[in-house]
Protein backbone atom coordinates (compact mmCIF):
# COMPACT_ATOMS: atom_id res chain seq x y z
CA UNK A 1 0.00 0.00 0.00
CA UNK A 2 2.65 2.52 1.07
CA UNK A 3 4.56 1.54 -2.35
CA UNK A 4 1.41 2.22 -4.46
CA UNK A 5 1.51 6.28 -3.00
CA UNK A 6 5.01 6.73 -2.80
CA UNK A 7 5.57 5.24 -6.55
CA UNK A 8 4.37 8.23 -8.44
CA UNK A 9 6.45 10.64 -6.88
CA UNK A 10 9.67 8.38 -7.13
CA UNK A 11 8.63 7.91 -11.28
CA UNK A 12 8.53 11.86 -11.22
CA UNK A 13 11.56 12.41 -9.42
CA UNK A 14 13.76 9.92 -11.52
CA UNK A 15 12.39 11.22 -15.01
CA UNK A 16 12.78 14.69 -13.95
CA UNK A 17 16.62 14.09 -12.73
CA UNK A 18 16.95 12.30 -16.33
CA UNK A 19 15.65 14.94 -17.87
CA UNK A 20 18.20 17.87 -16.18
CA UNK A 21 20.84 15.59 -16.70
CA UNK A 22 20.22 15.44 -20.63
CA UNK A 23 19.76 18.86 -20.83
CA UNK A 24 23.06 19.64 -18.78
CA UNK A 25 24.52 16.92 -21.00
CA UNK A 26 22.98 18.47 -24.14
CA UNK A 27 24.59 21.98 -23.09
CA UNK A 28 27.78 20.59 -22.31
CA UNK A 29 28.28 18.88 -25.58
CA UNK A 30 27.42 22.15 -27.64
CA UNK A 31 29.95 24.28 -25.75
CA UNK A 32 32.60 21.30 -26.49
CA UNK A 33 31.45 21.42 -30.00
CA UNK A 34 31.64 25.09 -30.38
CA UNK A 35 35.13 25.03 -29.06
CA UNK A 36 36.27 22.40 -31.21
CA UNK A 37 35.26 24.11 -33.96
CA UNK A 38 36.56 27.47 -33.21
CA UNK A 39 39.90 25.58 -32.99
CA UNK A 40 39.73 24.04 -36.42
CA UNK A 41 38.03 27.19 -37.41
CA UNK A 42 40.94 29.60 -36.51
CA UNK A 43 43.53 27.38 -38.30
CA UNK A 44 42.70 28.70 -42.02
CA UNK A 45 43.32 24.54 -42.74
CA UNK A 46 40.94 25.11 -45.50
CA UNK A 47 41.48 28.14 -47.86
CA UNK A 48 38.03 27.93 -48.87
CA UNK A 49 35.57 30.40 -46.58
CA UNK A 50 32.67 27.76 -47.85
CA UNK A 51 34.65 24.34 -47.17
CA UNK A 52 35.87 25.60 -43.67
CA UNK A 53 32.22 26.86 -42.04
CA UNK A 54 30.73 23.09 -43.72
CA UNK A 55 33.81 21.36 -41.93
CA UNK A 56 33.13 23.44 -39.16
CA UNK A 57 29.17 22.45 -38.72
CA UNK A 58 30.66 18.98 -39.09
CA UNK A 59 32.39 19.11 -36.40
CA UNK A 60 29.44 20.73 -33.94
CA UNK A 61 27.26 17.72 -35.14
CA UNK A 62 29.59 14.99 -34.41
CA UNK A 63 30.67 16.56 -31.36
CA UNK A 64 27.09 16.58 -30.14
CA UNK A 65 26.79 12.92 -31.01
CA UNK A 66 22.98 13.08 -32.22
CA UNK A 67 21.29 15.25 -29.10
CA UNK A 68 21.21 18.41 -31.02
CA UNK A 69 19.02 18.40 -34.41
CA UNK A 70 21.13 20.10 -36.82
CA UNK A 71 17.75 20.94 -38.90
CA UNK A 72 16.17 23.12 -36.13
CA UNK A 73 19.78 24.37 -34.52
CA UNK A 74 20.62 27.41 -35.44
CA UNK A 75 24.81 27.89 -36.07
CA UNK A 76 26.04 31.53 -36.51
CA UNK A 77 29.54 32.24 -37.17
CA UNK A 78 30.28 35.98 -37.45
CA UNK A 79 33.13 37.84 -37.92
CA UNK A 80 34.42 41.06 -36.62
CA UNK A 81 37.48 43.48 -36.82
CA UNK A 82 37.66 43.45 -32.90
CA UNK A 83 36.32 41.65 -29.80
CA UNK A 84 34.78 45.09 -28.45
CA UNK A 85 32.02 45.09 -31.57
CA UNK A 86 30.85 41.64 -30.85
CA UNK A 87 27.16 41.93 -30.09
CA UNK A 88 27.25 46.12 -31.11
CA UNK A 89 24.62 47.54 -33.86
CA UNK A 90 24.56 50.35 -35.85
CA UNK A 91 25.03 53.48 -34.54
CA UNK A 92 21.34 55.21 -34.14
CA UNK A 93 19.89 58.41 -33.03
CA UNK A 94 17.35 57.24 -30.62
CA UNK A 95 14.91 60.20 -32.44
CA UNK A 96 11.64 59.29 -29.76
CA UNK A 97 13.90 58.15 -26.59
CA UNK A 98 12.74 54.88 -26.56
CA UNK A 99 15.84 52.71 -26.57
CA UNK A 100 15.80 50.78 -29.09
CA UNK A 101 16.35 51.80 -33.05
CA UNK A 102 12.92 52.47 -34.92
CA UNK A 103 12.17 52.12 -38.65
CA UNK A 104 12.97 55.27 -40.09
CA UNK A 105 15.57 57.07 -37.11
CA UNK A 106 18.79 58.33 -38.70
CA UNK A 107 21.61 55.33 -38.41
CA UNK A 108 25.18 55.13 -39.48
CA UNK A 109 25.58 52.20 -42.42
CA UNK A 110 28.59 50.96 -41.48
CA UNK A 111 28.87 47.96 -43.78
CA UNK A 112 26.55 49.53 -46.54
CA UNK A 113 23.90 47.71 -47.30
CA UNK A 114 21.15 49.94 -46.88
CA UNK A 115 19.39 48.98 -43.85
CA UNK A 116 19.96 49.03 -39.81
CA UNK A 117 22.13 46.00 -38.61
CA UNK A 118 21.92 45.33 -34.75
CA UNK A 119 25.01 43.07 -35.14
CA UNK A 120 27.96 44.31 -37.16
CA UNK A 121 29.30 40.90 -37.38
CA UNK A 122 29.52 39.47 -41.03
CA UNK A 123 28.50 35.72 -42.04
CA UNK A 124 31.53 33.49 -42.31
CA UNK A 125 34.68 32.41 -40.73
CA UNK A 126 36.72 35.30 -41.51
CA UNK A 127 40.65 35.54 -42.62
CA UNK A 128 43.86 35.59 -41.06
CA UNK A 129 43.49 37.41 -37.87
CA UNK A 130 39.52 38.28 -37.73
CA UNK A 131 37.81 37.89 -34.68
CA UNK A 132 35.39 35.21 -35.18
CA UNK A 133 31.92 34.65 -32.70
CA UNK A 134 30.49 31.08 -33.15
CA UNK A 135 26.95 30.25 -31.47
CA UNK A 136 24.62 27.75 -31.66
CA UNK A 137 21.02 27.98 -30.50
CA UNK A 138 18.89 25.07 -30.01
CA UNK A 139 15.63 24.22 -28.62
CA UNK A 140 15.23 21.36 -26.57
CA UNK A 141 12.40 19.45 -27.16
CA UNK A 142 11.27 18.52 -23.10
CA UNK A 143 10.17 14.64 -22.85
CA UNK A 144 8.54 14.87 -19.85
CA UNK A 145 5.37 16.88 -20.17
CA UNK A 146 5.36 17.78 -16.33
CA UNK A 147 8.95 18.99 -16.50
CA UNK A 148 6.89 22.14 -19.34
CA UNK A 149 5.60 24.36 -16.18
CA UNK A 150 9.25 23.49 -13.87
CA UNK A 151 11.65 24.59 -16.69
CA UNK A 152 9.73 27.49 -17.46
CA UNK A 153 8.22 26.31 -21.08
CA UNK A 154 4.67 26.72 -22.19
CA UNK A 155 5.93 25.58 -25.73
CA UNK A 156 7.49 22.23 -24.55
CA UNK A 157 11.14 23.72 -25.52
CA UNK A 158 13.92 24.62 -23.43
CA UNK A 159 16.51 27.20 -25.53
CA UNK A 160 20.08 26.32 -25.15
CA UNK A 161 22.39 28.09 -26.63
CA UNK A 162 26.61 28.16 -26.36
CA UNK A 163 29.29 30.67 -27.83
CA UNK A 164 32.90 31.13 -28.15
CA UNK A 165 34.55 33.97 -29.28
CA UNK A 166 38.39 33.70 -30.73
CA UNK A 167 40.75 35.47 -33.21
CA UNK A 168 42.05 33.50 -36.29
CA UNK A 169 45.64 32.78 -36.32
CA UNK A 170 47.59 35.26 -39.17
CA UNK A 171 48.03 32.24 -41.47
CA UNK A 172 48.59 34.76 -44.31
CA UNK A 173 52.31 35.55 -42.92
CA UNK A 174 53.06 31.85 -42.52
CA UNK A 175 54.77 30.89 -46.28
Known amino acids: MEFALVLPFLLVLMFGTIEVGLVMFTQ ?28 IVQIIEDKTIGLVD ?28 NGQYDLGETFTDENDNGAWDADLGTTGPGGAGDVVLYRISYDWPIIAGYMKSILGSEEGKLPLSASVAVRNEPWDLIE
Open 28 to 55: SLMEGALRDASRYGITGQEADADARLES
Open 70 to 97: MDTARIDVLTYDSFGQIGEGEAYIDGDG
